[in-house]
């Protein structure tokens, strides 16, 4: 069970937006539209911050967002926080009640 | 406000065996299917297992299957993971994680578990 691909590291200044991708297959984010976006901050438990490709939770910022295309999913983070420096994973739905994870991507606020 | 507390995490050696637990507070643990979500030293997350609302149905990954059993008891509100013949590999900290939807909407603060040697 392969993982999706992500860049391992992202940077960006206060205020600017970055973009993190994450790459399946046709047997996953491309199948699906059951993508789902997490930051996880050190010594803390994982956050969902997007859901179903698109949906934001209730309390999660706007400055989030997500897309899909083909086999490709992207998360958006627009007006950068220093709060924002944290690892985020992709994740996605996979046939026969199974998920598959990302490997990862290291956001670094300058 | 929902919470998932995981216990058990142990330093053990190759091939014993471990079970950990998962306490729900906060929502109606008996009306949600579960996960089990691991995180390797240095690596990413990884999805384990998955049980159903009333424990009938299970699902796991091919890197533990046949080894890890989910269980559940929903007069206690907690949830186990059976955890037989480990490996080195097995070396992570352990989530569990609530199904909203398709994805995982609360998640506990992790248990560590060491196989070595």
């Known amino acids: 069970q392969s993982a999706l691909t992500q860049p391992a590291s992202v940077s960006g200044s206060p205020g600017q937006s970055v973009t993190i991708s994450c790459t399946g297959s046709?047997?996953?984010?491309?199948?699906?539209?059951?993508v789902s976006w997490y930051a996880h901050h050190p010594d803390k438990a994982p956050k969902l911050i997007i859901s179903?490709?698109?949906t934001r939770p209730s309390g999660v910022s706007a400055r989030f967002s997500g897309s899909k295309s083909g086999n490709t999913a992207t998360l958006t983070i627009s007006g950068l926080q220093a709060a924002d420096e944290a690892d985020y994973y992709c994740?996605?739905?996979?046939?026969?009640?199974?998920?598959?994870f990302g490997g990862g991507t290291k956001l670094t606020v300058l | 406000q929902e919470q998932l507390v995981e216990s058990g995490g142990a330093v053990v050696q190759p091939e014993e065996s471990l079970k950990l637990s998962c306490t729900a507070s906060?929502?109606?643990?008996?009306?949600?299917?579960i996960h089990w979500v691991r995180q390797a030293p240095g690596k990413g997350l990884e999805w384990v297992a998955l049980?159903?609302?009333?424990?009938?149905?299970?699902y796991y990954a091919d890197s533990v299957k046949g080894r890890f059993t989910m269980s559940r008891d929903n007069s206690k509100s907690t949830l186990y993971l059976q955890m037989n013949s480990l490996k080195p590999e097995d070396t992570a900290v352990y989530y569990c994680?609530?199904?909203?939807?398709?994805?995982?909407?609360?998640w506990g603060q992790g248990t560590r578990v060491t196989v070595s040697s």
């Open positions: 906060g929502f109606i643990f008996s009306y949600y299917s």
């Open positions: 046709s047997s996953d984010v491309g199948d699906y539209n059951y």
């Open positions: 994740s996605s739905y996979r046939t026969n009640n199974t998920w598959v």
């Open positions: 049980i159903s609302y009333d424990g009938n149905k299970k």
């Open positions: 994680a609530k199904r909203f939807g398709v994805a995982f909407d609360v």
């Open positions: 179903d490709v698109t």
